[in-house]
């Protein structure tokens, strides 16, 4: 769901959605032996924080729900990653980027070489211990853009977690392009053909959803869910905060609406979808749009800014593409020569702004945000321009 010049029509708005929300490339991998020799895995930058990273990958099955988009399926099952700072990370493996089950069908879908998908690591460790404090760690979910994984803003959520937040990656079964589960099954994107019926549908299922997590982790953090393991205790769920890009930032929307648990939000470039998205609520929340331009506002975000009763500000990144907010903006220059993107296609993807320095920009305001609203930092970098940050601009 992409914030960008009107007019426009909702339908291609989805459509530009579908390409770059989930690291969608276009075109095909090139044969092996035409690829740079250098390159034996994607790069994501390092995370800034001075802690080490853990995280771990939990299945979560509400019985309450058949799932939206296979009716079969009994239940409504989700994967989340948490991301964490770790106590100690020297005996335990480097998490991969995408779990191995799901590298297949994410390769043949968005044409990236799968040797390299699959050999690309993050910079958290799986299974290492939670670096424990009082009262446990702040909390943010994150919902990724249609067709999206849950990883693919790995860059912003391990830097997040570097800083000393806890953060929920979310799967969308069915939603997203494939989800593995530890029994081995890859399930595979089966929504209907989009119309505004079905986005409005895959809006509602998505609030569901990240209302489920919020209530696993209370029982993960109270020590009476079957997979609490070392993370009972870890989570200081009375400040809870969360972010999304393109259609995960209208989920944050609607969820910030319909639940309270949630303190503060961040849309990510997203168009807004559906009544509870546009209507604001009484909490912070930060808008922040990709580099369109001097045309027309998209009018979801003008009817959310004026029933928005809770603090407010729009940002707008210059040199910013919609797929600027996923991990796509470091992948894709790292891909070009390997599977044929033109300059023109790659600024399309992913903005003219040299991607270390989006990400670096994206991580400082998103950090100035959360800091100011959940543990109560000053909040200088989101009450005017900086000259350290040039690219960004303050739209109101």
């Known amino acids: 769901m992409r914030k960008r010049s009107l007019p426009v029509s909702r339908r291609e708005l989805l459509a530009a959605a579908l390409l770059t929300s989930g690291l969608g490339l276009v075109g095909t991998a090139a044969p092996a032996a035409a690829r740079p020799r250098a390159l034996s895995r994607f790069t994501l930058p390092a995370p800034t924080g001075p802690a080490c990273l853990g995280t771990v990958a939990l299945h979560l099955a509400d019985p309450t729900r058949t799932d939206p988009w296979v009716p079969a399926h009994p239940a409504r099952e989700l994967m989340v990653q948490i991301w964490y700072p770790a106590r100690d990370t020297r005996a335990y493996p480097a998490a991969p980027w995408l779990s191995a089950g799901a590298v297949p069908h994410f390769a043949d879908s968005f044409g990236l070489p799968a040797d390299l998908v699959r050999a690309t690591t993050t910079h958290a460790r799986t299974g290492a211990p939670v670096d424990r404090r009082a009262g446990g760690h702040p909390v943010l979910l994150y919902s990724p853009g249609l067709g999206g994984d849950r990883g693919t803003s790995t860059a912003l959520a391990e830097d997040l977690a570097g800083h000393g937040y806890v953060v ?229």
């Open 168 to 396: 929920v990656t979310i799967d969308h079964t069915h939603d997203a392009s494939e989800v593995e589960f530890p029994d081995g099954r890859v399930e595979v994107a089966a929504i209907p053909e989009i119309d505004d019926q079905v986005i409005g549908q895959v809006a509602a299922v998505r609030a569901a959803d990240t209302r489920f997590v919020l209530d696993q982790l209370a029982a993960i953090n109270a020590g009476t869910h079957r997979l609490t393991g070392g993370l009972r205790g870890a989570f200081d769920l009375s400040r809870v905060g969360m972010f999304g890009h393109s259609l995960g930032g209208s989920t944050t929307a609607a969820v910030m609406h319909d639940d309270p648990r949630v303190r503060a939000g961040v849309n990510l470039d997203g168009t807004l979808v559906g009544a509870a998205a546009v209507a604001g609520s009484g909490r912070p929340f930060l808008l922040l749009s990709s580099d369109h331009g001097p045309g027309a506002e998209d009018p979801t975000w003008d009817t959310f800014w004026a029933n928005q009763r809770g603090w407010k500000r729009e940002l707008s990144l210059s040199g910013a593409a919609h797929g600027s907010f996923n991990d796509g903006v470091v992948f894709y220059p790292q891909a070009a020569p390997i599977i044929g993107l033109t300059p023109e296609q790659l600024a399309e993807l992913v903005g003219t702004l040299e991607p270390q320095r989006s990400v670096g920009i994206q991580r400082a305001y998103l950090r100035a945000f959360f800091d100011q609203h959940l543990r109560g930092g000053d909040g200088r970098l989101l009450r005017a321009a900086d000259s350290r940050y040039p690219e960004m601009r303050f739209v109101r």
